[in-house]
């Protein structure tokens, strides 16, 4: 097959889309950003230990003392505190500090002031992209019992959780169906993009009709998943994802 000359002359895609500077630029900035999602998402809830350093170094694939300038860095941002003595370790505080720091060019955490529109449209396109994908393809996987108890009890944790507690039991279940396709790939796409979601959510009010609805459309969610109904389930999470976008553009313009 012959390439085409208007495609020789233009290039049907530029070297611009991939040459270009990655997310992260070193291994600190990664593994500060891996643990600030383990945190803010909800995986060790409040008050709860980190793993021990060596292992969460291997867990990381990193050096004990990259592992250790991170968690400095997340101590002094106010993220986890240091105990000592023998029930000591790194505690996540409670609560949780709001708001998504962001690693500077110093190597320090620090509050973004706001959010550019062109990242909350592409924040948004991604989202849908990504979840709903991901959804479609849980609800055509075999489930084991296990598996399948773990969705029912993320959806009672996301109904029973109180206001202030919602968006990390939320965050949570999402986590949850994407880890179920089995794309080891998949899971911090989607950890990415809901923190990005939860930086924007964090700037509007959390109203308890929403939170009512938001807690039907999960059940609509998860039982199609639980019945092998792919479409239904895609529905259902883009009808989910339609309405966080549609009060996102309302309070975010």
Known sequence: MTDS?????HGLLSAELLLRPGKTANAFEETVQ????????????????LPAERELATMLAVSRDTLRDAIAS??????VVPRRGRYGGTFVVDPVPRGT???DANGELRERRSVPASEIEDTLVLRNILEVGAVRQA????LSGVDRERLWQALDDCSAAAPEEYRRHDSRL????AELVGSPSLVPLVADVRMRVNELLDD?????PNIVHSNAQHEAIVKAILRGHP???AEAMAEHIAGSEALLRGFLG
């Open 5 to 9: 000359p208007d495609a020789a002359q």
């Open 34 to 49: 891996r643990l600030l999602q383990t945190i803010r998402l909800g995986l060790i809830a409040p008050g709860e230990k």
């Open 74 to 79: 997340l101590t002094e941002a106010g993220y």
């Open 101 to 103: 720091p962001v690693v």
């Open 139 to 142: 609800a055509l996987c075999e």
């Open 174 to 177: 999402h986590l949850l169906i």
């Open 204 to 208: 509007i009010p959390l109203l308890a």
């Open 231 to 233: 479409d239904a389930a």
